[in-house]
């Protein structure tokens, strides 16, 4: 079993930062891409940011200058530092990560998500 543990979320003013955090466990073998996907009330999910194993990163174009992602590999964790926040980003973020386990083979797991709020 693996699991995706999301922190970081929280309601903060337009042209605020956040900085959210996830962290993989379990019976992990190795992590290959990461990400940071987003879901706005209503809305579908989308991709904000990826990362590589090599530290390749990709951004959605709306995000891109604003938002950063890295990970400590290390740790397991992935980050997202989100500057100059704006109310339409607003949206509960969710991690992902592509993970070897130990017992399962490959597994494509999601965290449970954490909550972001941006107040105009």
């Known amino acids: 079993q693996v699991r995706l543990v999301e922190s970081g979320g929280g309601l903060v003013q337009a042209g605020g930062s956040l900085r959210l955090s996830c962290v993989a466990s379990?019976?992990?073998?190795?992590?290959?891409?990461m990400g940071w996907y987003r879901q706005a009330p209503g809305e579908q999910r989308e991709l904000v940011a990826t990362i590589t194993t090599g530290n390749s990163t990709s951004y959605e174009a709306s995000v891109k200058g604003r938002f950063a992602i890295s990970r400590d590999k290390a740790k397991n964790t992935v980050y997202l530092q989100m500057n100059a926040l704006k109310p339409e980003d607003t949206a509960v973020y969710y991690c992902?990560?592509?993970?070897?386990?130990?017992?399962?083979?490959?597994?494509?797991?999601w965290g449970q998500g954490t909550r972001v709020t941006v107040a105009s």
């Open positions: 992902n990560a592509n993970i070897q386990t130990v017992f399962d083979g490959y597994r494509n797991a």
């Open positions: 379990g019976s992990i073998v190795s992590i290959g891409t």
